[in-house]
């Protein structure tokens, strides 16, 4: 890497692809499916995406926390997100982030996918703070 791409970056380059996680038959978890301890996410932290399906899928919420598991409880009982599972299911993944990098991320994400749900309280919860945060590009879950 010249200093030069250092610099100013590299524009023929895609963005980093996160790793998202998905279950051991390769599908995204359905988020009211999920139990604790069920996968192991207790103090595991990273970027979190939310989506439905359906006849028009969508975004539904982009955090980021320092425990996973802990965000899975609080987005299950959320009101609004809950109410998605109704298009289609909630499904959701994660990519393991570094603490540093992680609002970025979060305000690059949510920045290209423009999600349904945006609650600053729930993001307070979280710890998560991408207000003014300098995006990140990353490759988005496929």
């Known amino acids: 890497m010249s200093i030069l791409s250092y610099l100013f970056g590299?524009?023929?380059?895609p963005p980093p692809d996160p790793v998202?996680?998905?279950?051991?038959?390769?599908k995204y978890y359905r988020l009211l499916s999920m139990r604790p301890g069920r996968p192991n996410l207790t103090g595991r932290s990273g970027?979190?995406?939310?989506?439905?399906?359906g006849v028009?899928?969508?975004?539904v919420y982009v955090g980021?926390?320092?425990d996973l598991a802990g965000?899975?409880?609080?987005?299950?009982a959320h009101h609004e997100i809950s109410e998605y599972e109704r298009r289609g299911g909630v499904f959701m993944t994660?990519?393991?982030?570094?603490?540093?990098?992680?609002?970025g991320v979060v305000a690059y994400l949510r920045r290209q996918m423009k999600p349904e749900?945006?609650?600053p309280a729930l993001d307070e919860a979280l710890g998560c703070g991408p207000m003014g945060a300098a995006p990140i590009a990353v490759q988005l879950p496929a």
Do not use: C, N
């Open 10 to 13: 590299e524009s023929d380059q």
């Open 20 to 26: 998202w996680q998905r279950d051991p038959a390769m």
């Open 47 to 53: 970027v979190f995406v939310l989506f439905h399906r």
């Open 56 to 59: 028009r899928p969508g975004w």
């Open 64 to 66: 980021a926390t320092a």
């Open 71 to 76: 965000a899975v409880e609080r987005v299950q």
């Open 94 to 103: 994660w990519s393991y982030i570094r603490a540093d990098k992680r609002d």
């Open 117 to 119: 749900v945006e609650d």
